[in-house]
């Protein structure tokens, strides 16, 4: 069965410096989303990327983040100037129709942690 | 502002049993409401997606229903298995935008 894959699977930074997670979605689907999960926390949304472009953002997703599709495979978060608060799981995912029309599915997770 | 409740946080059972997890909200105006599945160090697992104009959905063991009017779904998983040990999670979609409000999961146990 098709899996969204995320990389790396741990990724450990000293503050103010700049990460990207890197996550290949189900080849086939067109609408790309992350998510983060604070430890201990519930999961939330962050932002949906559809026709190279974002669709929809929470108020977490602030001019820290951005989001891209290089190519036709890869889809990247970077986090600029991290801060010890963006210490938590990551999670991609993606859908072959519109959120909330068809199921997401997800990566196993990149557990970022903000040294 | 929509918020998400899971009743119980956690859960722990013989394998056999039937068992209903709950979910409830606060703003009925609802587009969806979606079920998952979050096995530790993993990503979560969509089990049932309930459009707001449904019901209840099923799937094998698990049969989740939807009732608007009271702000409140119930995850129904039948002759549970230690397989089944895991957090589910609930997640509703609201308010204008497709933006999914997720609880914090109800962590279960299933022993053998």
């Known amino acids: 069965e098709p899996e969204v894959t995320q990389t790396p699977s741990h990724q450990v930074t000293q503050m103010g410096q700049e990460v990207i997670l890197r996550c290949v979605p189900i080849?086939?689907?067109?609408?790309f989303y992350w998510y983060r999960q604070i430890l201990g926390q519930k999961v939330e949304f962050l932002v949906s990327?559809?026709?190279?472009?974002?669709?929809?953002k929470s108020e977490i997703f602030d001019d820290q983040f951005s989001v891209e599709r290089p190519d036709g495979s890869n889809f990247t978060l970077k986090i600029r100037s991290t801060k010890l608060e963006d210490s938590a799981m990551y999670f991609c995912?993606?859908?072959?129709?519109?959120?909330?029309?068809?199921?997401?599915?997800f990566g196993d997770g990149t557990r970022l942690s903000i040294l | 502002k929509q918020e998400v409740t899971q009743i119980p946080a956690a859960l722990s059972v013989p394998e056999g049993e039937n068992l209903v997890l709950n979910c409830s909200f606060t703003d009925s105006a609802i587009y969806n409401l979606q079920w998952f599945r979050q096995d530790p160090g993993k990503g979560l697992t969509s089990l049932l997606l309930?459009?707001?104009?449904?019901r209840e959905q099923t799937s094998g063991r698990l049969n989740a229903s939807l009732d608007k009017s009271s702000g409140r779904s119930t995850l129904y998983i039948a002759a549970s298995q230690p397989g089944d040990s895991a957090t589910y999670l609930c997640?509703?979609?609201?308010?204008?935008?497709?933006?999914?409000?997720f609880g914090r999961g109800t962590s279960l146990i299933v022993h053998p």
């Open positions: 995912a993606s859908s072959a129709g519109q959120m909330g029309n068809q199921p997401q599915h």
């Open positions: 309930i459009q707001s104009s449904q």
């Open positions: 997640a509703v979609t609201s308010g204008g935008s497709y933006i999914p409000t």
């Open positions: 080849s086939n689907h067109l609408y």
């Open positions: 990327f559809y026709n190279n472009e974002i669709s929809e």
